[in-house]
């Protein structure tokens, strides 16, 4: 084969890599997969945590919260809709319905432990539990829902539903750091009138 057609034909394949490349990092399961080990890896964290760490153990939470937020939302708003609706038999509806489900058990757990005290041994046994509850919902995903998908849903579909799931995140994300600047808004507009108060006493 001459010189110029293997540049040419090693040049398509670069190409041709580079866009399944491209595609795996934007089509929906892909995302959804790296928001799983995103949050794999601070519950790793946190259970690392011990008493007298409080303020990591409060911070990690908060993390872990603001990351559990955006992803079940664009799952339930986008991903799980589209797997419902391309799905036929009733054990695939059940795959659905009961991912929803553990969405809400894990809502229901996430309040009890930002209202325990981060110091004490409680802190640490609820934490283990959410880790056990959000992995064990993540690996069923991984290896029921996802492949499943894959199978009934095609390569352009997954990808319209990436971009979908992006452009939610990014407001959703938005939201979150308008919501944090003005609780820090005005909790610093209460210690400063706090002072006022002080000083005008003296």
Known sequence: MPTAV???TS????VSGSRRKVSGRTDAISILKA???TVRQL?????KTTERGSKQRKDLLSQVEKEVKVHTTVEEEIFYPAFKDAVR???D???YFEAIEEHHVVELVLPEIKGTDAASEEFGAKAKVLKDLIEHHADEEESEMFPKARKVMSAHQ?????????SRKQELQAGLLTRAARTAGSAFGSVMNKVG???RAA
Do not use: M
């Not at 040049?11 to 670069?14: L, M, V």
């Not at 997954?158 to 992006?166: K, T, Y």
């Open 197 to 199: 108060k002080n000083r």
């Open 11 to 14: 040049s398509r394949r670069k």
């Open 35 to 37: 928001d799983h080990q």
């Open 43 to 47: 519950l790793q964290r946190l259970e």
């Open 93 to 95: 509806q059940e795959i």
């Open 158 to 166: 997954l990808l319209w539903l990436g971009r979908q799931i992006q």
């Open 89 to 91: 038999s009733k054990a």
């Open 6 to 8: 293997k540049s040419r």
